[in-house]
């Protein structure tokens, strides 16, 4: 066991139950910002990295866990197992959640892989670089690897793939926000169905910087109709803050039953209950299979 993590609160998957098909870190790229450190194996070699019926029998066990999507993520490029395909489809008729598949979208170029990927609900594939310098600044790919040709990998897996498309673009401060605006153009003509930007807010491999809250909203008007990810700008209002603190004193909780209460969608939900958490005033536990949130009670 130990193929399935979380399930995590994402805000862009919402409550989200990963699945690792790689070993400790295992990656065709060697990203600047990443946030599980240096590429302790960079390869573009597609492999058999862990027991594909050992992760099957996992998501079999824990498919009745409460989550809102089952993502393909963890400690590298899921791309480059060779079970991703069947695993994926395997997943598909187990659990009810949408499966979601994070990639870096280099390995998009190779028909067989854009075939694996098409089976899951949600691709989340990355975009970060136009240019081949900035691609060799910001993602430090193995030998091979062509930022044109990634490019082209996502043309061809949105004419193939009628599943949500939600493309990230990572900017940071002095490596790749100069070409922001070549970025905004190869993202548009790759038609996802929304584009996401972020920047550094974890702890990233080497010593980069973030863009501000106000460099990235400017980016909006560069990125027309992108979304901004990051979180710093969550934050709860009073009167939310208040209600959900006055109903998780009276008894724990599920989102469904927050966001109901509250009157307010499920990702802001997620949202509200994850600043809070963070912030010590809540705390979450998993009682009969669902996930409940409750008031931390200081008095
Ligand atoms: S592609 Fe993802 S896992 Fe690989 S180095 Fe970049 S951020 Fe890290």
Redesign the pocket.
């Known amino acids: 066991m130990g193929y399935l993590f979380g399930p995590v609160l994402s805000r862009r998957l919402g409550l989200s139950m990963g699945v690792d098909l790689l070993k400790y870190?295992t990656?065709?790229?060697?990203?600047v910002?990443?946030?599980?450190g240096r590429?302790a194996c960079l390869t573009s070699c597609r492999d058999r990295f862990v027991p594909r019926q050992k992760v099957i029998r996992e998501i079999e066990l824990r498919r009745a866990e409460p989550f809102d999507h089952l993502t393909f993520a963890g400690?590298?490029?899921p791309t480059l197992s060779l079970d991703l395909g069947e695993i994926v489809s395997r997943a598909k008729e187990l659990v009810n959640s949408p499966v979601a598949v994070?990639t870096?979208s280099?390995l998009l170029s190779s028909p067989s892989v854009r075939k694996e990927v098409s089976a899951a609900d949600v691709v989340l594939p990355?975009l970060d670089a136009v240019s081949e310098k900035a691609f060799q600044s910001i993602?430090?790919p193995a030998s091979g690897l062509l930022a044109a040709d990634m490019i082209e990998g996502l043309k061809e897996f949105r004419k193939e793939y009628s599943g949500e498309i939600w493309l990230e673009v990572?900017l940071v401060k002095g490596i790749n926000d100069e070409e922001a605006e070549e970025i905004a153009r190869a993202a548009e003509s790759t038609e996802p169905d929304r584009i996401q930007l972020n920047t550094v807010v974890r702890t990233p491999?080497e010593p980069v910087e973030p863009l501000s809250e106000e460099e990235m909203r400017r980016m909006l008007e560069i990125f027309p109709g992108a979304e901004l990810i990051p979180d710093w700008d969550w934050c709860v209002p009073d009167r939310i803050r208040d209600r959900l603190m006055e109903l998780l004193m009276a008894r724990p909780g599920t989102l469904e039953e927050i966001s109901c209460h509250l009157k307010i969608d499920g990702s802001d939900a997620i949202k509200y209950c994850k600043i809070m958490e963070n912030d010590g005033l809540i705390s979450r536990r998993l009682h009969g299979g669902k996930l409940y949130f409750h008031a931390i009670d200081e008095s």
């Open positions: 870190k990656c065709n790229l060697d990203c910002y990443c946030e599980l590429t400690s590298g490029e994070i870096n280099t990355s993602n430090r990572m491999a």
